[in-house]
C-alpha cells in the first residue's frame, strides 16, 4: 500500500506530497496567512497529522495485519464460549489455576475481546486512510495522458533505431495505429524542434487491482463486523416426530450479536420427520438425508409445518431471515420405565457419538419415578438414573460396549442403573446427555446393576420395577443462523481474488516513438517488472512500426540498454 511522496511505479521519479509548505515554516507553526491564526493551528495539528500518516502507512497496515493474524490465534488454541461452553467448562476444570487467569484476557472470547477490536478497528482505519488517496491519485491518473517523450531515448532499457522516408506526422500517426491496435493508450505531440511525437502506456489495470484488492479486504472486514454484530446463530438437537421454533428457549445454545436483540429473530418452525445416512462398507458416511417440513411468517406458532424440505450436508434449508444446516445425527433409544406404583415413564433422550461407528452414551433420569401418587409427600432417595451407551449394531464377540457399524443393523443398549437422590430436586442446571457424578460419589446414587438389552428386551430390577429397550430414533443436529455480512462477505472475497490476480499478472509499461524531419525513427520503452518478457513485447512492436513506414536505410536494430 503505496502513500503519497513515493516513488513512481514505472519512471521511479519521486512524486511531490500535498503539503509543499518549507520544513521551517511548520516547524516555526507558519502557514500561508501568518505567524498568528491559522499558523498557530496548524502547528498544534502537526503532531495529530504525525501520528496519522503514521496509522495510515504501509508499514503501519501490515504490521497490523500481523497482529490481527496473531491475536486470532488463541482462538483457535483455547475452547471458545460462543461455540462450545462445555469445553469451556472442561477446561475450568483441568486447569482451575490456568484458566481464571485466561479468562482475564479473553482467551474464551478473543473475538469479542476489546483488544481484538481495537486491533481489528485500528486496521480497518489504516486501510481506509491508505485507500482515499491512492484512489485519488489512480483517478487523475486514468484520466491523465501518458507523459512526454524523454530527450534521450537510447537510454531507456530496451530501445531501437532506423531511418525512414516520409512525412514526421504520417509515419508517428501509423505507428500511433500500430499501439492501438494492440490496446495502448496513446498520444501525439509535436516537439519545438519540429520532431512528432508518440507516448504509449499500458497497464493501468495494474494498480485498479491492487486497489480492488483493497478496497475489498475493507469491504470484508465490514462484512465480517456486521455478522459480529448484527448476526446470530444457535443449535439444537430434534429427535425424529419432534419440532423446533425459532426461539431461544427452544435452542440448546444461543450466541447473539453483541448489537442483535431476541425480537429481532424470524418466525419459523421445523419437524424433522425421518432422517436417512447410508455408509460404506468401512463405516464411512456416505450421504446424510433429513426429510423434514417447516413453516415461517405468521402461521409458524399456530399451525403445524407444512412444507417439505430434504435437508443435507452443504445443502442448508434458507428461510427468511435464517439458514439451517445439517451438522451432525445419532441415535436416541426409546426407553420404558415401570415403577413399583405402575407408573410407565417413557422418553427417547439422545445419546452422543463418540466414535465413527456412532457408538453413542447418554443418560435416562428420573427424578418423578417411585413416588406415590396418592400422596403429596415427595421422597428423594428412590428417584431412578440409567447411564450408558447405544450401539447402533452390537458387537457378537468384542467389546461388549462398542459398535462394529454405524447403522443401526442389531441396535442395543448397554445401561447401568442408579437409585438415589439424582440432584435435579436442588434446582441447579445439569447437563441432559450424563448424570451428576457428584451424588454417585457422594452415594446418593447407588448402582442396582447394569444389563444390555436388545430392541423389545425388559429388565426388571431388584425393586419389582421394570426398565424396557423399547426401540430407537434418529435424530439431527443443526446449526442456525443469520448473517448479515455473508453477501458482502461472499462479494469481497471474489473481488479480492480478481484483483490480485490482476495486481500479480497486469504489467505496467511504457513506449516512446519520436520521428525527426530528417527521416530518423527512435523507439524506447521501460517496465518495472518482467523485463524479459517485456523486451520480446517491445521487439514485436518495433517490428510492425517499422514495416508500416517506409523504410531508407535500417541502422540499429532494436536493443538493450542502460536506464
Sequence with gaps: MATLGEQDAVTG???APEDASKPEDRRAGRGPIGPSGPGRLNALLEEPRRWWRILTSMRTALVLLFLLALAAVPGSTFPQRDLNQNKVDEYFAEHPKLAPFLDKLSAFDVFASPWFAAIYLLLFISLVGCLVPRIRVHARAMVKRPPAAPRHLDRLPVSGAAAVAGDPSAIADSARGVLRRARWRTVVRTETSGAVTVSAEKGYLRETGNLAFHVALVGLLVGV????LWGWKASVLTVEGNAFCDTVQAYDSFSPGSRMRDAALPSFCVR???????????GQPEDFLAKVRYIQGDRAFTQDPDTEYDLKVNHPLRLDGANVYLINHGYAPV???????????????AFLPQDVQLTSEGAFVLP?????PKSTARTSDVQMA???FFLPTASLSGPPIRSISPEAKDPAVTLVGYRGDTGLDSGIARSVYSIDQNQVDSGALKSVGSKKLSVGEVWKLD???TLQFAGYREFMTVQVGHDPGEMLVLVSAGFMLVGLIASLTVRRRRIFVRVTGDGELTVGGLARTDPDRFADEFQSLVERIERTAP?????????EGAS
Design 368 to 372: 418423578d419415578a417411585n413416588q406415590d
Design 551 to 559: 523504410a531508407k536505410d535500417r541502422t540499429a536494430p532494436a536493443k
Design 335 to 349: 426407553l420404558k420405565y415401570t415403577d413399583r406404583f405402575g407408573t410407565v415413564f417413557e422418553e427417547t433422550p
Design 272 to 282: 424433522l420427520d425421518d432422517f436417512q445416512g447410508t455408509y460404506l462398507e468401512n
Design 463 to 465: 425393586d419389582g420395577t
Design 386 to 388: 440409567f447411564t450408558g
Design 13 to 15: 521519479l519521486a512524486t
Design 225 to 228: 463486523a456486521s455478522g459480529s
